[in-house]
């Protein structure tokens, strides 16, 4: 009877491991966001036009859907962005029409 109470505080102790690790995932991802100067939104432009001084750069990308994508901005297309090591989920880039982009998000300057 014992054994199954160690178990038992080992398997939640790993769940709790593993949760705390998930959870520190997209903190580290908006850490390492560095803000980008000397560039600014260009309202009068297209969605291309604002996209294309932050190629290399960390983005978020707001989709009409309601969904969120954080990643590095690999290319930017006619009808589509490339978004590479795309945060919280390891190894994974992402393909997105930009006809479903509602919204794009940069950091710009430091909060001092």
Known sequence: MRK??????????????????LLA?????GAQAK???GVKF???????????????KLVYVNLRSGKTYLGSLKAVGDHWIHLEK???RNFF???I????????EVQFRDNK
């Not at 199954?4 to 690790?21: E, N, P, Q």
């Not at 260009?42 to 290399?56: A, I, R, Y």
């Not at 029409?97 to 794009?104: K, M, P, V, Y």
């Open 86 to 88: 795309v945060a919280e």
């Open 4 to 21: 199954a109470v160690v178990f038992s505080i080992g398997g939640v102790s790993l769940v709790v491991l593993v949760a705390v690790a």
């Open 42 to 56: 260009e309202v009068s432009q297209s969605l291309n036009d604002n996209l294309k001084p932050f190629l290399g």
């Open 97 to 104: 029409r930009i006809e479903d982009i509602s919204a794009i």
């Open 35 to 37: 803000p980008i100067e």
């Open 93 to 95: 880039d992402a393909l």
């Open 25 to 29: 995932v997209p903190a580290r991802a």
